[in-house]
Structures are given as structure tokens and as C-alpha cells.
């Protein structure tokens, strides 16, 4: 979607900045976990959000739960003893200059940035300054889910905080165009309207460091997204498959949660049913709607560990047709717990899909050459060591690698 045309001031700054040409997300390729990815520098293996939304064994039994809810890692440390495993960015940053996170996503993708409170995070749903006490009147970030909104937050990012906290980290998560993606067909009139607006934000964020530049700072700038989107060409109801099959007692039993994370599909077992493990193996390997199927001593593989009833993900079957508009990338998505839309025709993400995995990232700064790509296998969780060289702080114990020459 990055074009002259579409989004010409990414455009420009992609011959001023190195662009990461083999850059990849997380699985599942969705916000919470990227954000989370991002601010440990982990995969969920070792930061422990597994998803968009979990399952978790409380009080003997298997609880859906949404990630994106405001309170939902505060209730996970309750329940498992922490909010993510790992330190974040925030937490690393808090005694050399801060961490402040503007974000316009859901509360729970905000809130991963620095669940405990190390830092400031800003969000429509609560803002908060260190010890997590929370900020109000004027100091609170009010903005709507939309261009506007997301307009707003840049403009009072750029100035409070660019400008006047500089802090050590500085992030700016817009809400746009995920939103939009999955409200219209990718490639729509409407779908490149918002494009414009959140590529118009992005100059706004350029020129602001370029002045911080001009006056001496030594920045180093990512200028990225976190997934990609595919069109969904289908919704399957995966909890009424299990059940179809004999293998779930019901729809609404608490043995097997099959857990929507888009075009991707968590299944959690309930330890006491762990006999089905193999039936529900060959049910979700003869099963048209799936594409790739990693078991308990497969999810390594995609950065995801056998761990809290955690039994199976799924990356829905895809293929990389073009949409009415051109746009290529064809999911199945599993269908979302109850009250949720289904996304058809629209854009969704979370699988391993080719377009949904490949984010595009731009880094300007030192150890990074203008106008020049990398083609080098690079991932969200090499942001925060790369982040942490930068600023000559350690970065041992992170799966990702700094990035710099
Ligand atoms: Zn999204």
C-alpha cells in the first residue's frame, strides 16, 4: 500500500531511511502481541501474551479472555502472577530518560507497553504516570478511534512530547488504518482516504525530529507498522467444529476453548481432558479451513510455548488471490467470541499469511544508511534491543538482536 500516490510522505522518507525488506511480526500477527513483542523484546514464548485473546485456567477452569480489555493484564497478574514475564522497554529506560507511549488501539495493546507502571502510557480508556497513578483533566489523552483522533494525539505527542519531556523512548501508535481495515474492503476509496490521513500524520512526526536534529539530539526513528491485513474470504466457527466432531462436549463447555485470534485460532485444553490431545491433532490436520497446525512440541517454532493450557494454534488457510480491489491476501477467519463482527469481506489479520506478516519498517539514525534496504531476516523484537544500543544500555537476555551496521 506505499506509494507516491498512497503515502507520499512514507514514500519520501523511505530514500532518508534504511527500509527492513525481510522485516517480520509475531504469530499471532496481532497488536496486543506485537506490542508486547515489541516492548520486551521477546516472542510470546517468554513474555506470555499469548494472544489478541487467551484462555486461562481460573479457579479450576478454562475462562476466555480478551487481551484488549483496559484491566486484562492486571487481571492476569492476579491470576498467573505477573502482567508479562519480561521487562519492558519502559522498564528498562526508567532511570535513563523514561518511556512515554502515546497509543489510539485497544486499551490492552496500550497497556502492554508498560503494564506495571515504570513509565507514562496515554490512552482513551485511562493515562497513566509512573506507579501507574492515574492522570486527569487536561493531562489525559481524549481522543476518538479515527483519522481525527488520531490526528489530535500526533499533534500533542509531537509537541508535549517530542519537544518538551523528550524523554529516552518515545512511541506513537495510531489507530489508523487497522481500524478502517477491518470496518471496509482493503483498497477501497474509503480504506485510502484514512491511509492519507495517518501518512499525513507521519510527516507531522518527520519534520518534528528533523528540528530535534537541527538542534543537536541524536535520534534514531522507526517509522513502521505491526502487522499486515488479508481479506477475509470466510469466517469458520472453530468451537462448533470441535464439537461437530464429537471432541468439545458443547458449544459453551469449558474442556476445549477454541480462542479467535483472527485469522488465527488458539485451542486450549483443559489438563484434565488432555486424552483428546491426539483426536483433536488429526481433526484440525484433515480440516480444510486450516492451514498450518503447530501442536505442543511444535509452537516453538512460531515463538509460542506449550504453556498455560496453551495446546494447539492454527494459522487459517490463505492463499495470495487479489480482493475486488487488487489487493492481495485471501484468509479464512475463525469466527470471534460472541457479540463480535465477523469481518467478511473486510480486512483481518493474525495468521501466517504473506501479506499479513510483512510489516513494513523504516529506520532512520545512526548505524542505519539512507536510501539503502536490508534484506536480512529482521523481527518487531529486534526494535527494542536495537532501541537499547542506541541509547548504550544493555540488551542481554532479549531474543531479538540490535539491527544497527
Ligand atoms: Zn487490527
Not at 176 to 189: A, F, T
Amino acid at each position: 500500500m506505499i506509494s507516491s500516490q498512497a503515502t507520499p510522505n512514507l514514500k519520501a522518507f523511505e530514500r532518508l531511511s534504511q527500509r527492513l525488506a525481510d522485516y517480520r511480526t509475531v504469530f499471532p500477527s496481532c497488536t496486543r502481541v506485537v506490542s508486547a513483542s515489541m516492548a520486551t523484546g521477546c516472542f510470546p514464548a517468554r513474555h506470555g501474551l499469548q494472544g489478541n485473546s487467551v484462555a486461562m485456567l481460573e479457579e479450576g477452569r478454562l475462562v476466555l479472555r480478551d487481551a484488549g480489555h483496559p484491566d486484562f493484564l492486571q487481571h492476569k497478574r492476579h491470576v498467573t502472577g505477573c502482567s508479562l514475564a519480561v521487562p519492558t522497554l519502559a522498564e528498562r529506560v526508567k532511570d535513563h530518560g523514561g518511556a512515554i507511549v502515546f497509543s489510539n488501539v485497544s486499551p490492552g495493546a496500550a497497556y502492554a507497553h508498560d503494564p506495571d507502571g515504570h513509565g507514562h502510557v496515554y490512552h482513551r480508556a485511562g493515562s497513566f504516570a509512573p506507579g501507574r497513578r492515574q492522570l486527569g483533566g487536561h493531562e489525559h489523552l481524549d481522543v476518538t478511534l479515527d483519522a481525527a483522533g488520531d490526528q489530535r494525539m500526533t499533534e500533542r505527542f509531537v509537541n508535549e512530547v517530542l519537544h518538551e519531556k523528550r524523554p529516552a523512548v518515545a512511541v506513537l501508535w495510531l489507530g489508523e488504518p487497522d481500524h478502517i481495515q477491518h470496518e471496509v474492503p482493503l483498497g477501497s476509496p474509503e480504506h485510502r482516504s484514512v491511509l492519507a490521513h495517518a501518512d499525513a500524520n507521519v510527516r507531522l512526526v518527520i519534520e518534528s525530529v528533523d528540528r530535534l536534529r537541527a538542534s543537536g539530539d541524536d535520534v534514531l526513528l522507526f517509522i513502521g507498522s505491526d502487522h499486515g491485513h488479508q481479506t477475509v474470504e470466510d469466517v469458520v466457527d472453530v468451537d462448533a467444529e470441535l464439537v461437530a466432531a464429537g471432541i468439545k462436549a458443547s458449544q459453551d463447555s469449558h474442556d476445549i476453548l477454541a480462542v479467535s485470534n483472527g485469522t488465527s485460532v488458539l485451542i486450549y485444553v483443559d489438563p484434565d481432558h488432555a486424552e483428546k490431545l491426539p483426536k483433536i491433532r488429526s481433526f484440525l490436520e484433515s480440516s480444510e479451513w486450516a492451514g498450518q497446525v503447530f501442536g505442543p512440541d511444535e509452537l516453538g517454532s512460531v515463538g509460542q510455548a506449550a504453556e498455560g493450557c496453551l495446546a494447539f494454534a492454527v494459522s487459517m488457510r490463505e492463499s495470495e488471490g487479489a480482493n475486488a480491489f487488487g489487493v492481495c491476501g485471501l484468509s479464512f477467519a475463525a469466527k470471534p467470541a460472541a457479540g463480535k463482527s465477523d469481518r467478511l469481506g473486510c480486512g483481518q489479520h493474525g495468521g501466517l499469511g504473506r501479506f499479513e506478516q510483512s510489516p513494513f519498517m523504516l529506520v532512520a539514525g545512526p548505524g542505519f544508511q539512507a536510501g539503502a534496504v536490508n534484506n536480512f531476516p529482521a523481527s518487531v523484537v529486534d526494535v527494542a534491543p536495537t532501541i537499547l544500543r542506541h541509547l548504550g544500555l544493555p540488551w542481554s537476555r532479549l531474543d531479538g538482536r540490535p539491527l544497527q551496521l
